[in-house]
């Protein structure tokens, strides 16, 4: 084998550590009858001529020699030369979105000739992996489908083969391969997309080895309109995990350390660890890409992750709290059942699997109720140790933030608790705005007691968190604070500035002692912060004072202080109305604007009193713009009553939307969206209706 590598001047090629004439002996390790060779052998394939995903001549000058190592029957690990090829390939890559080291534009057009020599030669000789879907190595035939869906550019081809290749493939693991490949083709070539399904419907009544959960994930891709019903989806699923869990033995322990110190044999055994004991790992990633390609299909999704938070098996339940948090931030339905599970699993699980379901619980807040008990009973049986700083990464901290997160008095004991001397959460100010004013004032003494500490040490930590709950709890100690924190020497000093002007801001006529502070301040610097906390401590004495900074930042160059100065404007209300041809100008002007500062525009015009029909264009704009402006919007709406009625289609649009309003489809992973505005939208949405019914 390798006829011919000796007869290139590997000397005169590069890779990314300089001239390849290490790479005759790389690639002659693929070959090898040790697997850790082979393995060093690959990873420095990956180090060099494909360093970070990086094409050079010598990557080029190796590829009739991977395909000679990946066709040639008896060698091992041939499946890892496959995926190789595949990455070399680029699938597609835009030159323009790689990151080029050089402004050369002589080295760039060079480059991209080298991509796409690259790409040719992958493509010209994809032909060749065709016969390997009946490879005798089970670990061949589980690359080579998705790598002929990529490569070979013979779409009709690919899918026949793929089709031919399901009633005789015996391994179970290969035939999920061929199911996940022909999702994949139908995503990639539409046209085929019917054909496709007509193969992968087969196997959805194929039971045994995961072929029906493999199926279903491949046509919810390309073929949605191919799915069995919502439930039916949901069953069959939940059944196959179920039987593969069953059948299956523990994930063995992977080795103390990788089998070699390559970056291929950490990544395996970090993935060993990660599912060391789990039965069928497979089957758990492989339902969490059906979570994904079922979309907006919500009725399956919530059925799936409420049949697998209920799983007789750990690592089922540990996937689903994961999803739960993603599913109930990022799309309406049905979620009583499911939180009510988390809770359960939040009192009564493992530590681990414990504090994992409470935190998802604390992120989804404002529907937290029907886990409220199990959370509170959680509470009431302490934290086993006293509390420590970093109480909020325990089970117990994260019982109880999820339950002051929905603003529950049995929270109370345990964050007085917490704050004397904890980790105070950003969220603090958020909770207690969810509690009976009566309630949240019961935590003023630990929150004084706090604040006072704090300042008497000379120290800004947490200062946002604790003013702005004291601005809830205890008001007249959150003015008498944050003229402490304003009195503050150096960078703390400088750290608690905004967040004690923005609490004065917020307390208004609460604010009237820090006046001579404010005024002093404004002389010093006429910033929108300041401008509009010495509204709130001053009122219509100090008009003049607050209306020239705020004017000043409306005509700023950088959006973020326009953005500053609009927010002001809004809380001076009224009061600024000669500002209002100003903000008429910004209106007239959107693209100077960008899309942050469009919500603060259309608050700041409605509250300052610009008439309905230009606040309305406004709020549309806003609106469009960007998604996190639209609970703000909805607000402005409800309070117009019936003259919001041109805001009624885009309303009912949302509402009928299986989408959280924050929910772009953009994001992966374990993104969590803003649950409790999307709920305060939403009644702001139901308000507009009934207003506008008439």
């Given at each position: 084998m390798l006829i011919g590598i000796d007869d290139i001047d590997w000397t005169a090629l590069q890779h990314a550590y300089g001239d390849a004439s290490d790479v005759p002996e790389m690639l002659r390790g693929l070959l090898s009858a040790h697997a850790d060779e082979r393995e060093r052998a690959l990873d420095a394939l990956y180090g060099t001529v494909h360093h970070q995903g990086d094409v050079h001549d010598s990557t080029v000058a190796c590829l009739p020699f991977l395909f000679e190592i990946a066709t040639t029957p008896g060698p091992e690990g041939r499946g890892e030369v496959v995926e190789l090829l595949r990455s070399i390939h680029g699938d597609g890559r835009d030159p323009e979105e790689c990151d080029f080291w050089s402004d050369d534009e002589e080295e760039y057009a060079r480059w991209c000739g080298l991509l796409a020599r690259a790409e040719a030669e992958v493509t010209s000789r994809a032909g060749s992996l065709l016969p390997l879907l009946a490879d005798p190595d089970a670990g061949v035939r589980r690359a080579v489908p998705r790598a002929l869906v990529q490569l070979l550019p013979d779409p009709e081809a690919v899918r026949d083969a793929l089709a031919a290749r399901l009633p005789a493939e015996p391994d179970a693991s290969v035939l999920r391969a061929v199911a996940a490949a022909l999702g994949e083709l139908g995503v990639r070539e539409p046209r085929l997309a019917a054909a496709v399904a007509d193969a992968l419907e087969a196997l959805v009544g194929r039971p045994g080895g995961g072929l029906p959960l493999a199926a279903l994930t491949a046509l919810a891709r390309c073929a949605p309109d191919h799915l069995p019903a919502p439930d039916v989806t949901a069953r069959l699923a939940a059944e196959e995990v179920r039987a593969a869990v069953a059948a299956a033995p523990p994930a063995p322990e992977p080795p103390p350390s990788g089998s070699t110190d390559t970056m291929i044999g950490y990544l395996r055994g970090l993935r060993g660890r990660h599912t060391a004991g789990a039965r069928a790992p497979w089957a758990t990633e492989l339902l969490g890409e059906l979570h994904i390609a079922l979309g907006d299909r919500v009725e399956a999704r919530f059925a799936l992750v409420t049949d697998q938070l209920g799983s007789t098996a750990r690592e089922q339940r540990r996937?689903?709290?994961?999803?739960?948090?993603?599913?109930?931030?990022?799309?309406?339905?049905?979620?009583?059942?499911?939180?009510?599970?988390?809770?359960?699993?939040?009192?009564?699980?493992?530590?681990?699997?414990?504090?994992?379901?409470?935190?998802?619980?604390?992120?989804?807040?404002?529907?937290?109720?029907?886990?409220?008990?199990?959370?509170?009973?959680?509470?009431?049986?302490?934290p086993g140790l006293p509390p420590q700083a970093r109480w909020h990464e325990t089970s117990y901290g994260e019982a109880l933030g999820a339950l002051a997160a929905q603003g529950d008095r049995r929270a109370v004991p345990g964050l007085a608790e917490v704050l004397r001397y904890?980790?105070?959460?950003?969220?603090?100010?958020?909770?207690?705005?969810?509690?009976?004013?009566?309630?949240?004032?019961?935590?003023?003494?630990a929150l004084?007691?706090?604040?006072?500490?704090?300042?008497?040490?000379?120290?800004?930590?947490?200062?946002e968190a604790l003013l702005g709950a004291a601005a809830v709890a205890a008001p007249e100690a959150a003015a008498?604070?944050?003229?402490?924190?304003?009195?503050?020497?150096?960078?703390?000093?400088?750290?608690?500035?905004?967040?004690?002007?923005?609490?004065?801001?917020?307390?208004?006529?609460g604010a009237a002692p820090a006046l001579p502070v404010l005024l002093r301040l404004a002389g010093e610097a006429g910033d929108p912060e300041t401008a509009a906390a010495l509204w709130a401590a001053g009122g219509p004495g100090v008009t003049g004072r607050v209306l020239e900074p705020l004017a000043a930042g409306l005509g700023a160059e950088r959006w973020q202080d326009r953005h500053e100065a609009l927010r002001a404007v809004a809380l001076v209300g009224p009061a600024a109305a000669p500002l209002l041809p100003a903000l008429?100008?910004?209106?007239?002007?959107?693209?100077?604007?960008?899309a942050w500062p469009t919500g603060a525009l259309a608050r700041a015009l409605w509250r300052v009193g610009g008439t309905p029909e230009e606040t309305l264009s406004a709020t549309f704009r806003a609106w469009d713009q960007?998604?996190?402006?639209?609970?703000?919007?909805?607000e402005i709406w409800a309070g117009m009553g019936s003259a919001a009625a041109p805001a009624v289609p885009l309303l009912r649009?949302?509402?009928?939307?299986?989408?959280?309003?924050?929910?772009?489809?953009?994001?992966?992973?374990?993104?969590?969206?803003?649950?409790?505005?999307?709920?305060?939208?939403?009644?702001?949405?139901?308000?507009?209706?009934?207003?506008?019914?008439g």
């Open positions: 996937a689903a709290v994961d999803m739960a948090g993603a599913l109930l931030t990022g799309w309406r339905g049905p979620h009583a059942e499911p939180v009510r599970l988390l809770g359960e699993l939040a009192s009564r699980a493992d530590p681990v699997l414990a504090r994992e379901a409470a935190g998802t619980l604390r992120n989804l807040a404002v529907i937290g109720a029907p886990a409220a008990e199990a959370l509170a009973e959680r509470v009431a049986r302490g904890g980790h105070v959460p950003g969220e603090l100010p958020e909770w207690l705005g969810r509690m009976e004013p009566g309630t949240a004032a019961l935590l003023a003494p004084t007691a706090r604040l006072t500490s704090m300042i008497r040490a000379g120290r800004s930590s947490f200062a008498e604070a944050a003229l402490g924190y304003l009195g503050l020497d150096g960078q703390a000093r400088v750290r608690a500035r905004g967040p004690a002007l923005r609490v004065l801001a917020r307390l208004g006529d008429r100008g910004l209106a007239a002007r959107p693209e100077e604007l960008g960007l998604r996190d402006n639209r609970p703000d919007m909805a649009a949302e509402l009928a939307s299986p989408r959280r309003h924050d929910n772009d489809g953009a994001a992966r992973g374990r993104m969590r969206y803003r649950i409790a505005e999307d709920e305060r939208l939403l009644g702001y949405a139901r308000t507009v209706l009934a207003a506008c019914a």
